[in-house]
C-alpha cells in the first residue's frame, strides 16, 4: 500500500481521486448531490493565507487509488490541529487502506506542527447504530468528542406555517429595535466588521463539546479569500441578518450556500445570534428572511440541509419550529498525535 499527496500538477490522480470520492459520497448519501468536481478541485488548489488543504491518494500494488483522505490546515488560529476526512473504495475496504491513510495524515500532521486530527462523520440515521464508521475510527485512534446530527429542511414550506412563524416573530421583540434583511454574498463594504465579529463570535459560541478548538482570527483578507473559494466552486451565498438600530450593528446571522451543480438543494452555513441580543427570536427571524430571499433568488431549491451539534439546544429547537427532519447521524471526532 502506497500513499502519496497529489498536487494540483497531477490531473490523472486528482480525477482518480474525485472519482472514488463521488461514488463514497453517494453509496453513503444516494439522495445528495455531493461535492461536485469544480468544488473537489476549488479546494485543492486553494492557496490563501488562513487554510491551506491537502489530498492523499492511496494506491494499491497495481497502481490503482483504493483511497482518498483529505487534510484541512489551519494558518491564522488553531495551528495545533487539522480538518481529515477519510474515503475507500467499497471493493477495498477492511485491508488496511483507511488505517493507511490516517497512519500518513498524523504524520504530515506531526510534520506541520499539529497535535491534533478532528473530523465529522455523519451517517444516514437508519444506519448509524450497525455502520462501521464508528468502529474504524476508535480503532485508528479518534475519541468521540461530540454527537450531532444532520437535518433536511423540504421547501417551500406551508405558505399558513410560514405566517405563524412570522406571527411569532413580531410578537417576540420591539420591531422599533431590530430590522431584518437578505442579501447575496460578498457582503456589502459597510458591514465587514460585523461581519468579521459575527464569524469570530461563532468559532467560541457554537459548542464544541471535548474538542480542542480555539477562537478563530477574521479579518478583510480571510473574507475575501473566503469568497475566492466560493467563487472558485461556482457556488454563491445567501446571507441573512439582523440589525440592532439603535447601535447601527448587526447582530445575528444566517448565511445558505448554493450551488449550480446542484441546484436542487441549499447548505446552511452558520447561525448565530450574539448573546447580548438572544431572546427576541432573532435566530428564527434571519432563518425566515433566507427562505424569503431563497424563494426569489433559487426557486428550484428544494431542500436544505444543515447540522447541529445534539447539545445545541436553542439552534435545535428553531430548526424544530421550521420543520427541519433528523436525516443523519454521527460524531465529532478527534485524535491526539502527542507533543509536537
Known amino acids: ?117 478532528n473530523s465529522i462523520v455523519d451517517v444516514p440515521v437508519a444506519a448509524a447504530p450497525t455502520h462501521p464508521s464508528a468502529a474504524f475510527a476508535r480503532q485508528v485512534g479518534f475519541v468521540a468528542t461530540m454527537p450531532g446530527n444532520s437535518r433536511y429542511l423540504a421547501l417551500p414550506l406551508d405558505a399558513d406555517r410560514l405566517d405563524e412563524l412570522r406571527a411569532t416573530v413580531r410578537g417576540a421583540r420591539n420591531a422599533v429595535d431590530y430590522r431584518t434583511f437578505a442579501f447575496r454574498a460578498p457582503w456589502p463594504e459597510r458591514y465587514l466588521g ?17 474538542g480542542d478548538k480555539e477562537e478563530e482570527v477574521w479579518d478583510r483578507t480571510r473574507l475575501g479569500e473566503n469568497d475566492a473559494l466560493v467563487a472558485a466552486r461556482g457556488a454563491s451565498k445567501l446571507a441573512a441578518v439582523a440589525e440592532h438600530v439603535p447601535s447601527g450593528r448587526l447582530v445575528a446571522v444566517s448565511e445558505l450556500l448554493l450551488a449550480p451543480d446542484a441546484p436542487g438543494e441549499a447548505w446552511q452555513l452558520e447561525t448565530l445570534v450574539l448573546p447580548e441580543h438572544r431572546g427576541h427570536r432573532l435566530g428564527l427571524a434571519v432563518k425566515l428572511a433566507n ?32 420543520g427541519f427532519a433528523v436525516a443523519g447521524a454521527g460524531h465529532f471526532w478527534q485524535k491526539d498525535l502527542g507533543p509536537v
Not at 66 to 84: K, Q
Not at 197 to 210: F, I, N, Q
Not at 312 to 319: E, T
Request: hydrophobic content about 40%; charged content about 30%.
Open 194 to 210: 460585523d461581519q468579521c465579529e459575527l464569524y469570530r463570535r461563532m468559532s467560541t459560541d457554537e459548542p464544541a463539546g471535548d
Open 1 to 117: 500500500m502506497e500513499v502519496h499527496q497529489v498536487g494540483p500538477e497531477d490531473d490523472e490522480a486528482f480525477l482518480r481521486c474525485f472519482e472514488l470520492w463521488h461514488l463514497v459520497e453517494h453509496e453513503l448519501w444516494p439522495d445528495r448531490a455531493g461535492f461536485s468536481e469544480r468544488d473537489f478541485r476549488a479546494f485543492h488548489t486553494h492557496a490563501g493565507t488562513s487554510r491551506r488543504f491537502a489530498l492523499l491518494a492511496a494506491r494499491d500494488a497495481g497502481g490503482t487509488v483504493v483511497g482518498a483522505g483529505t487534510m484541512e490546515f489551519p494558518l491564522r488560529d488553531n495551528l495545533h490541529s487539522a480538518e481529515v476526512m477519510v474515503m475507500v473504495h467499497p471493493d477495498h475496504r477492511r485491508r488496511g487502506v483507511g488505517s493507511s491513510l490516517v497512519e500518513r495524515m498524523a504524520a504530515l500532521g506531526r510534520a506541520r506542527g499539529r497535535r491534533v486530527l
Open 291 to 322: 427562505l424569503d430571499a431563497l424563494a426569489g433568488k433559487a426557486p428550484a431549491v428544494r431542500r436544505i440541509t444543515t447540522g447541529n451539534a445534539a447539545v445545541n439546544d436553542p439552534m435545535i429547537a428553531v430548526n424544530d419550529m421550521l
